[in-house]
Structure formats: structure tokens, C-alpha cells
């Protein structure tokens, strides 16, 4: 099976405000994403401040500004880059296991979400949307990812390209949106739980995802 990555993708409203293209500017870039990844895990998104993120990437807040429109707009570029991250990591595990069914899909993509849970900064809080609410605090935190789509639903239509032909049946775009609200749902269980992610309720991640899924006809 070859992993396929292209989508469609609309920029949420609170969109990044210029990509950066100079290597000096890149450097910034991944420099403020990564304080703000830490910070997360200290003060957790609440408590998250522009102004403390500048500070510990040590560039000035209008460095800052230029990239971003603000706070949702720099956790919105911090989900992706979680999101591009995981899609790219979970490729090198398909590529390696290949040939991979959907029952094995499922295992290398939340054997990887999980990894990440437990190994990447900042995404306890973030990973591809907020773990937990931040009131009054965004505008639209459910559509850090995409315009149109809700998290949930855009990281479902990036792993659909992902898995190519193994989702090509019409119904599985449905299917797959489902099982996301599951796994997000039981995944969160498990780590409220337990930091590291109870192992019971991963194995029964996997076992409820692998049967759903297993009842969508082939394409």
C-alpha cells in the first residue's frame, strides 16, 4: 500500500500571517513554535502569553507579530506542524510494515499518537486542536487546523490521503471522521488516566477502531 499525503487545505481564519523563507527567518519561525510547545507544558494554554513566547525564543514580540495574528494563530501553526509531524512519522511505520491492512493501520497510527503523547513537547495540551478547552480565551479553537473543517474532521481527511488506496471506498471519509471522534475521545480517557497512557484503554482503542472499521467494504 502507498501512502498518499496530498489534500486540499484551507487555512483557518486566525491563519499564519507570512511563511517564513529566509533561513534566518525559518530559524525564528521554529524557534517560537518550540517555546510555545514548552511553555505549554508549564503553564499549560490558559496561562500561554505572545508576550512569554517571545521572550523564550529570545526574538522581539514583533518578530513575533509578523509570522502570527496572535495566540490562535500561533497554536493553529503549532497543530499543524504536530499534525505534518505525525502524518510523516506514521508514513516511515507504513513503509517499514508494508503491506499494511487496515487492522494494521490502525495499530502504527495510534502506537504513534501515542509515542508523541508521550515524547513531544507541548502535546499533552495540543496535539492537533486543544486537549481541553481554553474559555473565552480563542475565538474558534475547534478550527485551529482548517477553515471550513473542525479538527477532528480535518486530521480525518489528512489521514484518508494518507492510507490511499485502503480508504478509497466513498463511505469510509464517514467512517473515518467516526473514528477519530472515538480515538480522540478514549485517547484522552487514557492519558487523563494515566500521564504515560493507560494501556488498557490504548488496547481498547485499537480493538474498537480495528472492528469499526473492519465492517466498511473494501473499494
Known amino acids: 500500500m502507498k501512502a498518499q499525503t496530498g489534500t486540499d487545505h484551507r487555512p483557518p481564519s486566525g491563519a499564519v500571517r507570512r511563511r517564513p523563507v529566509q533561513q534566518r527567518s525559518q530559524e525564528r519561525y521554529e524557534r517560537l513554535l518550540d517555546a510555545c510547545a514548552g511553555l505549554l507544558d508549564e503553564v499549560g494554554p490558559t496561562a500561554l502569553t505572545t508576550k512569554e ?3 523564550r525564543a529570545q526574538v522581539p514580540i514583533g518578530t513575533l507579530y509578523q509570522f502570527f495574528s496572535g495566540k490562535e494563530s500561533l497554536l493553529g501553526a503549532l497543530a499543524e506542524r504536530n499534525l505534518e509531524s505525525f ?18 493501520f490502525v495499530d502504527l497510527a ?3 499518537f501515542v509515542a508523541m503523547k508521550r515524547s513531544v513537547a507541548g502535546f499533552g495540551h495540543l496535539d492537533f486542536g486543544l486537549v481541553g478547552s481554553v ?8 478550527h485551529l487546523l482548517d477553515r471550513d473543517l473542525d479538527n477532528n474532521a480535518a486530521v480525518a481527511e489528512r489521514i484518508g490521503a494518507l492510507g490511499g488506496e485502503l480508504f478509497a471506498y466513498p463511505g469510509f471519509a464517514l467512517a473515518l471522521r ?15 488516566l494515566d500521564p504515560q497512557g493507560d494501556p488498557a484503554l490504548i488496547a481498547e482503542c485499537k480493538r474498537l477502531l480495528r472492528g469499526y472499521l473492519a465492517e466498511r467494504p473494501a473499494a
Open 53 to 55: 513566547v517571545a521572550h
Open 87 to 104: 502524518l510523516a512519522r506514521l508514513a516511515v511505520r507504513i513503509e517499514a510494515a508494508e503491506p499494511v491492512g487496515i487492522p494494521g
Open 110 to 112: 495510534v502506537d504513534e
Open 135 to 142: 474559555p473565552g480565551d480563542l475565538r474558534d479553537d475547534q
Open 178 to 192: 467516526v473514528a477519530l471522534e472515538c480515538a480522540d475521545a478514549v485517547l484522552k480517557l487514557a492519558f487523563r
